[in-house]
């Protein structure tokens, strides 16, 4: 199964934007799809964000938003809150009915 | 109201078995595939074991393949695990997941099984 890499931390400033990054091996982008992302604050369970790489559930902000280039795909977060402070993770299928989940990002919102 | 109910977690010793289940409601269950993640605590999410609407398609993640079994029964809104040769690595929260469109859209809140002697 393919391994998903994300930074393990990004920080940013109230106002401002911040991007996490989540990137697939050369040899695996053919399967590297349907990503999607997910909140999760400390103690709470996760949260779907993104998905299909740029779609938004109801809900889920605008200042929320998804992209994919290559073998890497981003999650945008513009006019970071206090309360985006949490942890992050991508997700993608993987083939076979198989999903990888990234290590995880952890923001923090200074 | 989507609610998923985890149930079945608890200690158990290395080498054993434990059923995991997930009671569904809220939405049409037979309509979407459903999926099992676990996390340990203070650590990552680790997708665990999927399986489509109509038993047709699962899969596993490598480290469980050959030990698990999922499995659903449409007609009770439920979704079970099935942990067998268990391992101190398998202690984790296990969450049951409403999957839509190649994603998890709704989570349960989780159960701990702890693996240990």
């Known amino acids: 199964q393919s391994a998903l890499t994300q930074p393990r931390s990004v920080s940013g400033s109230p106002g401002q934007s911040v991007t996490i990054s989540c990137t697939v091996a050369?040899?695996?982008?053919?399967?590297?799809?349907?990503v999607s992302w997910y909140q999760q604050h400390p103690g709470k369970v996760p949260k779907l964000i993104i998905y299909d790489v740029l779609e938004r559930p109801s809900g889920v902000p605008g200042r929320f938003s998804g992209s994919k280039s290559g073998n890497t795909a981003s999650l945008t977060i513009s006019g970071l809150q206090a309360d985006d402070e949490a942890d992050y993770y991508c997700c993608s299928y993987a083939g076979g009915y198989n999903w990888v989940f990234g290590g995880g990002t952890k923001l923090s919102v200074l | 109201e989507v609610q998923l109910v985890e149930s079945g977690g608890g200690l158990v010793q290395p080498g054993r078995s434990l059923r995991l289940s997930c009671a569904a409601s809220?939405?049409?269950?037979?309509?979407?595939?459903m999926h099992w993640a676990r996390q340990v605590p203070g650590k990552g999410l680790e997708w665990v074991s999927g399986i489509s609407w109509n038993s047709a398609s699962i899969g596993y993640a490598a480290s469980v393949k050959g030990r698990f079994t999922i499995s659903r029964d449409n007609a009770k809104n439920s979704l079970q695990l099935q942990m067998n040769s268990l391992r101190p690595e398998d202690t984790a929260s296990y969450f049951c997941?409403?999957?839509?469109?190649?994603?998890?859209?709704?989570w349960g809140q989780g159960t701990m099984v702890t693996v240990s002697s």
């Open positions: 997941i409403k999957g839509t469109r190649d994603a998890f859209e709704i």
């Open positions: 050369a040899s695996d982008v053919a399967e590297f799809i349907y």
């Open positions: 809220g939405f049409t269950f037979d309509d979407f595939a």
